[in-house]
């Protein structure tokens, strides 16, 4: 099992941006697909964006054209940039690893904020 590490959440004002960070332990890491989803209070994770381990990339279209995901698999570490951000983007941020399907994901991070005021 893979373990991740998320950084780069916080406070922001509406229309700024945000890089977030999840940093993967162990082996194999450039053949993953990597995920980013979020959870707002009060309602359901929703995947974000994902990212295969041939560079190929997927975004919710709620983020589309705002948000972007890379990876550099030399660093073992993939990346959330996140910009023109608004209120609604507010809720916790999950990296993940090894996905089985779109809401089920074989590692998990423990999360981070992200706090978009307005």
């Known amino acids: 099992q893979v373990q991740l590490v998320e950084s780069g959440g916080g406070l922001v004002q509406a229309g700024g941006s945000l890089r977030l960070s999840c940093a993967a332990s162990?082996?194999?890491?450039?053949?993953?697909?990597m995920g980013w989803h979020r959870q707002a209070p009060g309602k359901q994770r929703e995947l974000v964006a994902t990212?295969?381990?041939?560079?190929?990339?997927n975004y919710a279209d709620s983020v589309k054209g705002r948000f972007s995901i890379s990876r550099d698999n030399a660093k073992n570490t993939v990346y959330l940039q996140m910009n023109s951000l608004k209120p609604d983007d507010t809720a916790v941020y999950y990296c993940a690893a090894d996905r089985l399907s779109d809401s089920r994901w074989f590692s998990w991070g423990q999360g981070t904020q992200v706090t978009v005021s307005s």
């Open positions: 162990g082996s194999r890491f450039s053949a993953k697909t």
């Open positions: 990212i295969t381990g041939g560079g190929i990339t």
